[in-house]
C-alpha cells in the first residue's frame, strides 16, 4: 500500500512538472510571435525622462481670495480631531473640528411616567487592533490611527450645533448633494449653541471600557467597548444641567421627535470643537460609522421602579446614532517656498494630506538618446517601440529628502489618474489588496515606504507597467498622475475642490483622493530635475525585452 501511495505522489510530480513544462514553452511560443516572429532575444531597460512639481489642492484665486477655497470634507469614511503638529516646519499645524449630526434609533418614544435621566453616555471608538486577551476576557489593545506627540493634550468642548446641515444643495435646484468643506469652521462656530461638555487636558489612551449592570453580581462584566471618546455628557449632581432632559422628555408627543426631517431641522447636531494648548497636539481618528459609536441616554421612570414589572414597549434608555450629515473643518497651516515650476519640475516635492499638497507627475516630458544617439523626443521613441518591446516591468522611484524631513513620514502614497480622477490601472490589477490590513494592501503596485535602521524613510517605488502598457499597446493618452500622501491606500472615494466648476479649465484640479483628506502627514521628496544627483533623483525606468538582430 506504501507502495502504491509513494508510486502515485512520482506520477503526480512528474505530471505537474510536464504541465509546467507546456505553460512555460507556450508562454515562450506566445512572446516570440508578439515581437516578430523573433527567435533570440535580450532584456534591457532604459530609463525615461519625468517632469515632477509640488501644486496645491486649491487653486490660488477664487474671487480673488484664497481663504475662500477648500476641500470637501463631509461624506468621509471617517474623521479627525485634533491637533498635529508636523515636525516639518513647512507644512505647520492641523487642527482637526466635527460637525455632527445625530439621529434617533426610534421616534415618538414612550418615556414614561416621570422619568430621571440617569446619565447620557458618548460613545466613540478609534481605530484599534487587540494585542492580547486574558482568561477573564480583557483585552489589551493599540490604536491604529493616531497622529503626533499621543501624550501632548488639546482643549474639546462640545456644543449644540445650530447651522442646519442640509442633504441638498439648493444652488443645484436641490438636484445634487450638498458638499461642505474643510475652512467653513467659521460657518458653524458663528452660530455655536450651548455648551455641553468641555474636557480641557483631553489625550486619546487605549483602555477597553468595561460596563457592570447585574444587580446580582455587580461584578459582572455586561458589556466591553474597545477604546474610542467616551464620556458622560450629564452631570446629576448640577440641577442647571436640563439640556438633554428638555431634548427628550419636554418634546415627548411633539411632531420634534417624530420623524428624522422634523428631528434634524428641531435639533442640529453637535460641534466637537479643537483647541490647540501650548506648541504641540496630538489628532486621532474616529470611526463615526461603527455599530458602538453612539449617544446613549439612560433614564429611570416609575413604571421601572414599581417592582416587579417591567415594559418592553418602552425601555428606560434612549439612543442616537451619528449616521447623519457630518463634516470634518480643517485649519491648517503652510509655509511652503516657492513651488510649481511646471515646465522644469521642482528641486523638491512637498506632500501633505488634508487640504494640503500634492505632485503632478508628467511621464515621458523630455528627450531621451536614441541608437543613434540623436536627443529624440521621449514619448515619440517610446511609441515607435511598439513592435518592437515587450514590456517586462516599469518603475517608477521617488526618493525621500532625508536633509529635509524631520520624521514622522507617511507609509503610503497614492498614484492617481488626473485626467479621469481615479488610480491608475496597476491599482485595479493588484491580487494583494487587504481589508483587513490596509497598510499592507496593494503592495505589488505601491510599496510601502522602505525605511533606514533608524526608521527615516528613503523610497517610495510603484510599478505601473500596466498604465505604461496601455499608452504603448492600446494608444491610451499619457495623461498626468498626482502624487498624494494617503491614510488607507484601499479608500478611492473622492473629495471636491471648493468653487471649481465645469466651466473651469480642464487642467484644473477638481477633485482628490478622500483619503489623502484623512492623511495629515507630510513628507518631502527629491524631484526630477537633471540637476538632482542619481540616488536621488525622481526615476522612471522601462524594462523589456527585444529580439536581437
Known sequence: MKKTIKTLKALSILTLILLVTVSCDKDFTNIESDIQGAKN????????????????????????????????????????????????????????????????????PDFGTNPVLESVVLNIPYFSTIESTNDEGNSIYTLDSIFGNSDAPFKLSIY????????????????HTQAYYSNQEQLFYGQEG????????????????????????????????????????FDPEDPTDTFWQDLLFANQDTPQLSNSNNFTEFFRGLIFKVEQIGDDGNMIALNFSSSNAFILADYINDEEIEEGEEDIRNPTAF????????????????????????????DNLYLKGGDGTM?????????????????????????????????????????VNQNLVEGDEPDRVILYDLKNNRPITD?????????TDPLNSITNHSEVLDRDDNNNGIRYKFRLTEHINNIILRDSTNVKLGLFS?????????????????????STLDVVPSTTVLSPKGTILYGSKNTLPEGQRAEFEIFFTEPEN
Open 427 to 435: 491599482f485595479y490589477l493588484d491580487g494583494s489588496i487587504s481589508t
Open 160 to 175: 449644540k450645533n445650530n447651522y442646519l446641515l442640509r442633504d441638498l444643495d439648493p444652488t443645484t435646484n436641490f438636484e
Open 359 to 399: 505632485a503632478v507627475i508628467d511621464l515621458f516630458n523630455g528627450t531621451v538618446e536614441d541608437e543613434e544617439g540623436n536627443d529624440v523626443d521621449a514619448l515619440t521613441y517610446f511609441e515607435g517601440k511598439k513592435d518592437k518591446w515587450l514590456i517586462n516591468e516599469v518603475n517608477l522611484i521617488f526618493y
Open 41 to 108: 532575444f535580450a532584456t534591457d531597460s532604459k530609463k525615461f525622462p519625468v517632469v515632477s512639481y509640488t501644486k496645491t489642492f486649491t487653486p490660488e484665486t477664487i474671487s480673488g481670495d484664497a481663504d475662500l477655497v477648500g476641500v470637501q470634507t463631509n461624506d468621509l469614511p471617517n474623521n479627525l480631531l485634533g491637533v498635529y503638529k508636523d515636525p516639518n516646519s513647512e507644512f505647520g499645524t492641523t487642527t482637526a473640528s466635527v460637525v455632527t449630526q445625530i439621529l434617533p434609533s426610534n421616534y415618538d
Open 194 to 233: 450651548e455648551l455641553i461638555y468641555v474636557e480641557d487636558n483631553f489625550t486619546p489612551n487605549a483602555t477597553e471600557y468595561l460596563e457592570y449592570g447585574n444587580e446580582d453580581d455587580p461584578e459582572e462584566v455586561t458589556a466591553r467597548y474597545a477604546p474610542g471618546l467616551r464620556f458622560n455628557l
Open 319 to 346: 439612543r442616537f446614532n451619528f449616521n447623519g450629515n457630518r463634516v470634518n473643518t480643517l485649519n491648517n497651516t503652510l509655509n511652503l517656498p516657492v513651488i510649481g515650476n511646471e515646465t522644469e519640475g521642482d
Open 486 to 506: 494617503v491614510s488607507n491606500i484601499n479608500l478611492i472615494q473622492q473629495s471636491k475642490i471648493q468653487g471649481i466648476t465645469e466651466d473651469d479649465d480642464q
